[in-house]
């Protein structure tokens, strides 16, 4: 690090203690790969197939995850909401969008792979039944939510608005979560966590989805932090793009 | 029990769909948020670079 | 965490790219919020959305089936899935333990339609008969996931 100690500019204190967050960050992406690497040898080689529905059935694995996952990325955009409408600070602005951000590329694969299993097992692609179609309304809120921060000229303005979406559209997420339970529906009831019936997940699949939803929750904190500092390099370069000291100083080349 | 053990084994192509598709999206999006990460932070460098170099000279127009 | 300008959300910021109008874009926005809301509340009322009936519900249905869309579930009774000669067309019933709907299908089954564990669901209608004609078949998920060797062995 000896490039800290001559520098004058302000910036690159800040910057140099992200190159170190930068290597951790680094090592978080080598976790994430690691794990998933076991993890793919645990549903393919490790896990029981299953007694009605085959191979096809080891979809599972990655389809529940990411639905939790997607829970949780819109609890974080529901919490950094909430402490943005009362503190106004940026850092909670910047924590909720890229969670919203990757929630809804997390309920979009959710969306693509369970019509994907639903097709051979149910044998439709999609039906209108309440898990359906709440989740397909849980990922309409969300990118809405995305499409009023894009879509508005004015960026506190967005930000405050899609701060009021983002607790508000949490509603969905316990609706769509016990929809199986609440009603009649094509999909699937709940086989493991509070609600489903005892044992209705065999033991060695249950140790796999476990393993599963940590290997997916180390990717998901790669991809977090990796959406966050990136916001933060853009909101950098926006304050000093108009800084008062570059436009009086230098004329910027791009 | 005999009846269960008719397994559909003609399934495995949508087993391989859901998983290639989910690997596609991810590495694509890591890929695409890498690369523009990658930009941002030269074009703070540039920035930087440019900003010293406005101080050590003084003059208004020595980036040019 | 934060920055020194933190807080600090200039309007000045990048150029926006252009699809529709400020407010076009807030209105697309805002139908979209209210479709889904609507949906929300809709949904919020239990009786409006029973998925389906079962055999034993709609055999004691007595509210007007005529030109109707159900939906049923029941399990397959044994040996009567009878397929036309050189056609498409099936015909079998369903049973909810106490009722027995008789139906018809014009199509391919799905691959768990014929498991003796598998519950279906039929969506159709009532023809000028008793018979359900069905033009969506689907299998339910078995509610336990088992591994293979533990119901073979």
Redesign the interface.
Known sequence: MGSVQTD??T??SS?ASRSYLGSAKSVLLLAAGAFMLANMYLIFMWAP?E??????Q??MY??VP?AWLAFLAFFIVFVGSIMYLWKRESRWDMLASSAAELGV?FT??VL??GP??G???WGIWWTWDARLTTTLVLWLIYVSYLMLRAYSSNRSQGALYSAVLGVIGFVDVPIVYFAVNWWRTQHQRLVIGTGSLEGSLNADMRTTLYFSLLAFTI?FSF?LW??I??KR??E??RS??YSK??T??????? | ?I??????????P??F???A??WA??FG??FF??R??HE??Q??R???D??????ISED?D??? | MAQDTSGTLTDASLPRRSFLSGRGRLFLVGIVLLLALAYLIYAAFPGSTSYYFTVDELAAFDGEVEGRTFRVKGALVPDTFVREEGGTMATFALTAGDQTIPATYDGVVP??F????SEIILQGTFGVSETFQADTVSVLCPTKYQA?EE??T
């Not at chain 3, 014929?114 to 564990?117: D, M, Q, S, Y």
């Open positions: 004058q500019v910036m690159t910057t197939t007694a009605v529905m085959g191979h096809v080891r979809i990655i389809h990411m590329v979009s694969l693509i792979t994907i299993w097709k051979p097992i990717l991809l990796q959406k500092s990136m390099t853009e950098d370069l000093i793009r000291e570059l009086r100083g230098a004329r910027i080349e791009r | 029990m009846a269960l053990i008719t397994t559909p084994a003609n399934n495995i949508y087993l769909a859901a998983y598709v989910t999206i991810f999006y890591v948020t890498s523009r990460q941002l932070e074009e703070v540039l920035l930087r440019t900003l010293e170099r406005g101080r208004p020595a980036s040019n | 691959d768990l014929f498991n003796t564990h293979l119901v073979t």
